[in-house]
C-alpha cells in the first residue's frame, strides 16, 4: 500500500491510542499519512474524508468511549470510507467501546474494515500499584504491525466488492453499558512541588487546568475527566490521583491480557 493516502484520527490523552494507531499503520506499510489529533487540535470546519483507509483510536473510560472523544469525531464524515477501529484498554475489559466506536464511525459514513482492542497502561496506574504498566510494550507494537499487515491483506481483497458494514462483527452490546454519575474530581496538586512549568496545561484536552496570575494552577474539577495526563507529564510529580478505584484494579487485573482483532 506504499501509494495509499491513510488518515489517523486519534483520541489519545496518555499516549497510548495513538501508540497503538501508529504501529497499526506501519505494519501497513502506507506511503503517506496524515493524523488528526483530536486530543487537543480540533478542525474548525467538517472534514470529508474520500476511499482511502483511515485508523481511528481512542481509548475506553468504564466500557465506554469518552463522551468528548465522540464529540470531536462528530467533525469527520465517511464517503464509505474504509475504517480501521481501534481502542486500547487498561486490562479491565473494554466492554461495548469497540462496538460504540464502530456505530458512530458508520452512521458518519465510514465502513469498519477491522477493528482491534489493544491494553495500554490504566490512566489510574501507580509505581505503587501497576495496572498494565508500561504497555503498549514491545510485543504488544509487534502485534500491532502484525494486524495491519493482515489488515492490509483484507482492504486487497474487498476493495473492489460492494461491502457493508455488517461485515466485521465486533464484541460489545446495544444498547450500551450505562455510563456512571460524573462525580467531579481532578488529580489534586503539591504546592511546594510544582514549578508552574506549564506541562498539565499543555497535555489537559479539556482545558481544565489553567495558570492563576502566574502563581497558582487551578484544576475546574467539572472539566476534568480523569485522564491523569496531568500527572503521567508532570516532570515534578507534583500531581496526583486518589481514587479508591485504584486498588481494586491491582488486586483484580493483574493477569496479562492480550489484544484482540476483528477482521
Not at 65 to 89: C, D, H, M, S
Request: one cysteine or more; glycine letters at 6%.
Amino acid at each position: 500500500m506504499h501509494n495509499t493516502q491513510l488518515d489517523i484520527i486519534t483520541f489519545s490523552p496518555t499516549g497510548g491510542s495513538a501508540c497503538i494507531a501508529n504501529e497499526v499503520a506501519r505494519g501497513m506499510e502506507v506511503g503517506n499519512i496524515k493524523t488528526w489529533n483530536i486530543t487537543k487540535e480540533i478542525p474548525t470546519e467538517q472534514v470529508w474524508m474520500g476511499q482511502n483507509p483511515v485508523i481511528v483510536s481512542a481509548p475506553v473510560y468504564g466500557g465506554r468511549i469518552p463522551g468528548i472523544a465522540l464529540e470531536r469525531l462528530q467533525k469527520f464524515n465517511g464517503e464509505r470510507t474504509p475504517a480501521i477501529v481501534l481502542v486500547t484498554y487498561g486490562n479491565r475489559d473494554y466492554e461495548d467501546a469497540l462496538k460504540e466506536l464502530c456505530d458512530v464511525l458508520t452512521q458518519q459514513g465510514f465502513v469498519p474494515l477491522a477493528a482491534g482492542a489493544f491494553i495500554a497502561e490504566h490512566s489510574y496506574s501507580t509505581q505503587e500499584m501497576p495496572i498494565a504498566q508500561g504497555r503498549p510494550d514491545e510485543a504488544d507494537k509487534e502485534t500491532a504491525r502484525r494486524f495491519g499487515a493482515q489488515v492490509v491483506t483484507a482492504w486487497r481483497k474487498k476493495e473492489k466488492t460492494q461491502y457493508t458494514p455488517s461485515e466485521i462483527q465486533v464484541k460489545g452490546n446495544f444498547p450500551y453499558k450505562v455510563k456512571g454519575a460524573h462525580t467531579p474530581q481532578a488529580p489534586s496538586i503539591d504546592q511546594e512541588r510544582c514549578t508552574l512549568c506549564g506541562a498539565c496545561l499543555d497535555v489537559c484536552p479539556t482545558h481544565a487546568i489553567s495558570l492563576i496570575d502566574d502563581q497558582n494552577i487551578f484544576s475546574d474539577q467539572a472539566l476534568c475527566i480523569k485522564c491523569c495526563a496531568c500527572v503521567k507529564s508532570c516532570p515534578e510529580k507534583a500531581r496526583s490521583f486518589e481514587t479508591p478505584f485504584r486498588k481494586y484494579l491491582f488486586e483484580n487485573f493483574a493477569i496479562r491480557k492480550e489484544p484482540e482483532f476483528f477482521l
